[in-house]
C-alpha cells in the first residue's frame, strides 16, 4: 500500500493506494465468481484493461477492481 500525502484532515484527507495485483482468481474470490466468469467479463469488454500483463497473463491493481465494481451499476462492494 502506498500513502498520497494530504493535510489529514476532512477537506484534504491522507489517500491509500492499494497496489496488489489480482488475477482472475483473486478477483473472483473478491467478487464471489467463478475465475471462468472473471474471463468471460474480460472477453466481452466488461472488465476493465489490466494494468500489468506478465508472461501474457493479466493483472489488475486491487483498487481498479474494487472501482470497477463500485461503478458497476447492479452491484455494490461486497
Avoid: C, F, Q
Amino acid at each position: 500500500m502506498t500513502l498520497i500525502p494530504g493535510s489529514g484532515t476532512a477537506e484534504e484527507p491522507t489517500k491509500t493506494i492499494d497496489r496488489a495485483l489480482w488475477s482472475y482468481k483473486e478477483i473472483a474470490a473478491y467478487i464471489n465468481v467463478r475465475p471462468d466468469k472473471v474471463r468471460w467479463y474480460r472477453k466481452h469488454g466488461l472488465l476493465p484493461a489490466p494494468d500489468h500483463v506478465d508472461g501474457g497473463k493479466p493483472y489488475w491493481y486491487s483498487d481498479t477492481v474494487r472501482a470497477w465494481m463500485a461503478s458497476r451499476p447492479s452491484r455494490r462492494e461486497p
